[in-house]
């Protein structure tokens, strides 16, 4: 088990499985696969699960990956995670896990990313799925970001758009491929976005989160530095597993 206490937000990594621990019931908007939607919960988790889980049914049934809201409630329950936990999937190594806070004065926000790309596609393009190709390894950027400002649901929409805005810049200035092999590439198939916002007294109240409000440059700045830190160390890992590979194959 591997815990911080560098940052406000409680968390640790066990088992493969990251944990987030909000201390008390607060409100997050996520795309979750686990209790996604506007919902209300203390608990957060990423799982990390085989790079290719479906193509491997002889390490784990096939029908897990089928219904994930029901695999990953078993997980929490594992772990010893109680009540409706918003839950996420990567194949990232959580040995890859970014955890960061950009704060300006009694306003903070807290992420942890994870990032993978090997299946980057440009918003628009045909789904590979579509086109009939074979299936990939999944790669999965997913961001979970905490911050003390209690907002309204709009405003937690407008930071998921923030987010997002932010994850596409880095791909697009980092020069990510689509699955297609072209250029350009502004997320992958599988992201998935946490938002949790303050409760109670405990942050500033605030109704507006885009661009031109201090919290939404807060998430940009966090976001932007994060998914670049995160793909750097998923370049590193994916060269040292294809050196591995070129070393067994000698």
Known sequence: MTRSQSLKTRFYVEGGTLVIDLEKRRKVLSSAPCYGGLSQTRYIMNH????????????????????????LTQVARERGVAGRTVALMTAVPLNNLVALRESAGDLWVEGFI????????????????????????????????????????SAMVGAVQVITESKASVLLAADVPSWTGRRGATGTGTDAVVMVCGAGRDGPR??????????????????????GLGLQRSERWSRRKAAQRARRSC
């Open 48 to 71: 990390q699960v085989p790079a290719n889980p479906v193509a491997a049914p002889a390490v784990v049934p096939r029908c897990r990956w089928t219904d994930p809201q029901r695999y």
């Open 114 to 153: 994870t990032v993978g790309v090997t299946n980057a596609v440009r918003a628009g393009e045909p789904s590979p799925h579509a086109e009939g190709s074979r299936s990939r390894k999944p790669g999965t950027i997913n961001i979970i970001l905490v911050t003390n400002a209690r907002l309204p649901d």
């Open 206 to 227: 605030l109704r507006y989160s885009g661009t031109h409000t201090k919290v939404g440059e807060l998430i940009g700045r966090l976001v932007t530095r994060g998914v």
